[in-house]
């Protein structure tokens, strides 16, 4: 049983195209996480949510909005996007948002904005 | 700021040799520190992590890490390098100062030759 999953895997799009990256954790977790892997592999954390609660925003543009239905699930969705958009996006979950519980990565979605 | 620093974007070993990659952070708080494996085309994997106590720390696959505080240090080794143990290593730090935000170093790139 895959234990953080995203959808979709690849995703290819038009600049101001809008779209949405889904992700879902079986694990129990209480906390979810966004980040970005650029081109150059450097991951950067963007959003957390704790049990449906966003309580990490980073300087993020407005256009990336994420959507926590449940505990389980939290989506990105993209607005007009941009080539610099380009990029791994992904998913992780924790137990809680102490610093010290491990977080778990889900596969990643691949985005290329052409 | 929280910074994580890995001396090394590519590390190049034989099979049988030791792997050591290094990790510096900077944190004026008590860190906890994370090694992250990620192999081609899939998410991170913790392979280990210091919270508390003991300052060296065993993980997965024979991997293991020193915690030295006075050279804000977390370097990660294992004594003979496998083929399988090519992937891409990432060093993380997460503090109070930080509010506990996951700040991941540029990552390093583990070749291993035959």
């Known amino acids: 049983d895959t234990a953080v999953s995203q959808t979709p895997k690849y995703l290819v799009t038009q600049m101001g195209n809008d779209k949405s990256i889904k992700c879902e954790q079986n694990?129990?977790?209480?906390?979810m996480y966004w980040y970005k892997q650029d081109s150059k592999k450097f991951l950067k954390i963007m959003f957390s949510?704790?049990?449906?609660?966003?309580?990490i925003n980073e300087t993020v543009p407005n256009r990336f909005s994420p959507k926590s239905p449940d505990k389980a699930h939290l989506n990105l969705h993209i607005n007009s996007l941009e080539l610099g958009d380009s990029a791994v996006y992904f998913c992780?979950?924790?137990?809680?948002?102490?610093?010290?519980?491990?977080?778990?990565f889900g596969p990643g979605t691949r985005l290329t904005v052409l | 700021a929280q910074s994580v620093t890995q001396l090394g974007s590519h590390v190049s070993v034989s099979e049988g040799a030791l792997v050591l990659l290094r990790c510096n952070y900077s944190?004026?708080?008590?860190?906890?520190l994370f090694w992250y494996v990620q192999y081609p085309n899939q998410g991170l994997q913790l392979l280990l992590k210091y919270t508390t106590g003991a300052t060296l720390v065993k993980g997965i696959n024979g991997f293991e890490a020193e915690f030295k505080k006075s050279e804000t240090s977390f370097h990660l080794t294992k004594p003979s390098a496998h083929m399988s143990d090519a992937a891409e290593y990432f060093c993380?730090?997460?503090?109070?100062?930080?509010?506990?935000?996951?700040?991941f170093g540029s990552g390093t790139r583990l070749l291993v030759r035959p």
């Open positions: 694990l129990g977790h209480d906390t």
């Open positions: 949510y704790n049990n449906k609660e966003l309580i």
């Open positions: 992780a979950s924790s137990l809680g948002p102490a610093g010290s519980d491990t977080q778990y």
């Open positions: 944190s004026s708080v008590p860190p906890y």
């Open positions: 993380a730090v997460s503090d109070m100062d930080s509010s506990y935000k996951l700040i």
